[in-house]
């Protein structure tokens, strides 16, 4: 699962987790270990056509956001230096670090994200400020 960019100086970075497939289907291994982090708490995002989601950082803690189905868009923002990053099937996760801003955009019938996280959830750590 090699992480193929990096944006504000680490704190994003994106990562490309390939599928092995066979006539049985495919499975699409994640090794914890290769992130640098260990997930503690995990959530599945299942939005409509046009749905936005997000539109926060938070204070601690990071994020793996991986894109199960359709098609998601997320903007970040980090002080004045602001990426939007399109989640496919090849480019399909994306670790946000705090301070960084965040939100996703879902198109299409089927757009899915899960999130894994290495913080427990705790209302107190979102900012909702850009």
């Known amino acids: ?43 599945l995002v299942d939005a409509p056509d046009g749905a936005t989601r997000g539109g926060h950082a938070h204070r601690s803690g990071r994020q793996l956001l991986i894109r199960v189905g359709g098609e998601i868009s997320v903007e970040t923002a980090h002080q004045s230096e602001n990426h939007t990053f399109n989640l496919t099937e090849t480019e399909n996760a994306l670790l946000i670090a705090a301070p960084v801003w965040a939100r996703q955009l879902y198109r299409g019938a089927d757009a899915r994200l899960l999130a894994l996280c290495d913080t427990p959830y705790d209302p107190a750590s979102y900012v909702a400020e850009r």
């Open 1 to 43: 699962m090699p992480c193929t960019a990096s944006f504000y100086g680490g704190l994003v970075k994106t990562f490309r987790f390939g599928a092995v497939a066979d006539a049985r289907g495919s499975l699409t291994p994640f090794d914890f270990a290769d992130l640098g982090f260990t997930p503690v708490r995990a959530f």
